[in-house]
């Protein structure tokens, strides 16, 4: 392209930007003026409004200093100075509270549960439960093989009789025979009762009883299964309550208590909530994954959930305070974000460091404190220390906490 035209090109450019920047800018006529240009040309391009508002204001410097302002304010007569004001749309700032929220993942295990075995070894002769079952602490759930205990019970009953006949027959002759004789027959009584006692120990042994209330499992064994002391008969667990397991980020170590609540829910039971306390803090911060475990404890008096379930955990924790605004007020530009603040219907800058973002405020960090008006609508044309009108007062005095 040859130079005339590259250069006649810049001059269009040049032109229209002024004439837009003239249009748009209050005030730009003016300044255009005190930079020379003439005054027709800009008459030319300038808003009617703020060409009678110019014209006023050049009327009231001839005047003196009052019809200066005056000229400003009623456009010189013309009432072009109210139209200069920006219109613009204001909200109230509100208090807003920051929720550092807590949440993991975690399993379900019952409040008490126990792998039923054995005290002896034997043969299972009975099973007196089945899955799913309620029992009670002392219930009988299965019985062993007892005919050999039952035998050496027999046999221990015997010797105790018998010492017990001799005892009583060496304290009535005690005058024929020696205290030595007394002594033994009395040693020979109590040790046949001790026999006894271990008798009677081993044949209760042979019945296999439920250490614990709780709801059985699937039963693993057999009526005629050899079973030892390491052989599992049932489980049975307690489940009115559940235990959550779960860990957390170290930075809540010095945050979380024994008697927080707790909220969970389960993928078995999808939108309801599970409420609960804190029952157990970790006394110590894993290295490997520098996560702090915790143990929830969840009512289930309904009995709906289970050991081994999966759950989402959720503490809430008290945050800090941060001024809450519409979150069409926060505007960016090249130093970061900034809301417009009305004062005296003109606009300010205040420059804000946004903490939060939600569905109906933003949570900032700034000087400004509830009631303060913050513009929401109407922002294009609004300038630093620029003379506005509010429109609508949208302010709210009620508080708002961030979810």
Not at 27 to 56: C, F, H, L, Y
Not at 167 to 183: A, E, G, P
Not at 313 to 331: E, T
Request: glycine content about 10%.
């Amino acid at each position: 392209m040859p130079f005339w035209k590259q250069f006649a090109l810049c001059i269009v450019v040049i032109l229209a930007g002024s004439a837009a920047w003239v249009y748009f800018v209050p005030g730009a006529g003016e300044t255009m003026r005190n930079a020379g240009i003439p005054d027709s040309i800009v008459s030319m391009i300038a808003p009617k409004g703020e060409e009678a508002a110019d014209a006023g204001a050049q009327q009231g410097q001839g005047q003196g200093g009052q019809g200066q302002g005056q000229g400003r304010r009623n456009g010189g007569g013309g009432g072009g100075g109210r139209n200069a004001a920006v219109l613009v749309v204001t909200q109230a700032v509100v208090q807003g509270v920051v929720n550092d929220r807590l949440n993991a993942i975690g399993t379900g295990d019952a409040i008490r549960s126990v792998a039923v075995t054995p005290q002896a070894t034997g043969t299972i002769r009975e099973i007196l439960i089945k899955s799913g079952d309620m029992v009670k602490q002392g219930q009988v759930l299965a019985k062993l093989d007892s005919e050999e205990q039952v035998i050496a019970q027999g046999q221990a009953q015997v010797a105790l009789n018998s010492a017990l006949e001799k005892s009583n027959l060496y304290h009535s002759i005690k005058s024929s025979v020696s205290r030595m004789d007394v002594f033994d027959s009395e040693i020979a009584e109590q040790n046949a009762r001790l026999q006894l006692q271990a008798a009677e120990l081993n044949l209760t042994r042979r019945n296999i009883v439920a250490p614990i209330d709780g709801i059985v499992g699937i039963v693993p064994v057999n009526i005629g299964d050899n079973v030892t002391t390491s052989t599992p008969i049932v489980t049975l667990d307690d489940r009115t309550e559940i235990l959550v397991d779960y860990w957390v980020p170290e930075r809540f170590a010095n945050t979380v208590s024994v008697g927080q609540a707790v909220e969970a829910t389960s993928v078995a039971r999808p939108g309801k909530i599970f409420s609960g306390v804190l029952e157990a803090v970790d006394n110590r911060i894993d290295p490997a994954s520098r996560t702090l475990r915790l143990r929830g404890r969840i009512d289930n008096g309904s009995d709906e959930l289970r050991a081994g379930m999966s759950f989402s955990v959720s503490m809430k924790f008290a945050g800090d305070k941060y001024p809450a605004v519409n979150p069409l007020a926060v505007q960016w530009d090249a130093q970061g974000s900034f809301v417009w603040q009305v004062t005296d219907e003109k606009s300010h800058k205040v420059r804000v460091t946004v903490v939060q973002r939600n569905p109906d405020y933003v949570l900032v960090n700034a000087d400004l404190k509830d009631g303060d008006q913050i513009v929401t609508q109407g922002l294009q044309r609004v300038r630093e220390n620029g003379a506005v009108r509010v429109a609508t007062d949208v302010a709210s005095n009620d508080k708002v906490v961030a979810q």
